[in-house]
Antibody, heavy 117, light 112 residues
């Protein structure tokens, strides 16, 4: 069974940093591209970042470019999102999602990031 | 900001048929990229409902169907059931420089 479990969310002050993790199991992690998608409270889904299976290709949404860094460790079956210079508008539930043919076929349960003073 | 436009809400009585539209542009749906649909039940993570415009993952009832034409796509739910009350999002790929994966604005389906 495919499982994606996010962790690392919490309350952080504006300008602060946070590192999210996503532990994958039930599939060959190193064979799949992965993404982070977020959802602000009461709002819709917003794609955040993409990383290819070998980490050779990385994309970011304009809203986080230069502040967030996506990475992965295929030996540990883990995906990460380093978030720096956090802003109020980064408050959201962050989901990791497995990608297959340009869609997201499995999602984690999400981790809440709250940016507030 | 969302690049794909959906109606904010649709509603129907149990057993009825409802449709949700998803309107894009020449850089995403109109460029030939597939449309995918997700169902988000209250308080849960999104779940893939339709992929590749009209394909259902294993376990998704055939009450759900998708189609695509030009710069738009549609999700239809026939035989509406109480458990279908949820938020639905379309998603595609965008070839513009500012976005890669784009989602619709989301549609709340209410079962009357």
């Amino acid at each position: 069974e495919v499982q994606l479990v996010e962790s690392g969310g919490g309350l952080v002050q504006p300008g602060g940093s946070l590192r999210l993790s996503c532990a994958a199991s039930g599939f060959t992690f190193s064979s799949y591209s992965m993404n982070w998608v977020r959802q602000a409270p009461g709002k819709g889904l917003e794609w955040v970042s993409y990383i290819s299976s070998s980490s050779s290709t990385i994309y970011y949404a304009d809203s986080v470019k230069g502040r967030f860094t996506i990475s992965r460790d295929n030996a540990k079956n883990s995906l990460y999102l380093q978030m720096n210079s956090l802003r109020d508008e980064d408050t959201a539930v962050y989901y990791c999602a497995r990608e297959r043919h340009l869609n997201f076929d499995y999602w984690g349960q999400g981790t809440l990031v709250t940016v507030s003073s | 900001q969302s690049v794909l436009t959906q109606p904010p809400s649709v509603s129907g009585a149990p057993g009825q048929r409802v449709t949700i539209s998803c309107t894009g542009s020449s850089s995403n749906i109109g460029a030939g990229y597939d449309v995918h649909w997700y169902q988000q039940l209250p308080g849960t993570a999104p779940k893939l409902l339709i992929y590749g415009n009209s394909n259902r993952p294993s376990g998704v009832p055939d009450r759900f169907s998708g189609s695509k034409s030009g710069t738009s796509a549609s999700l239809a739910i026939t035989g509406l059931q109480a458990e279908d009350e949820a938020d639905y999002y379309c998603q595609s790929y965008d070839s513009s420089l500012s976005a890669f994966y784009v989602f619709g604005t989301g549609t709340k389906v209410t079962v009357l």
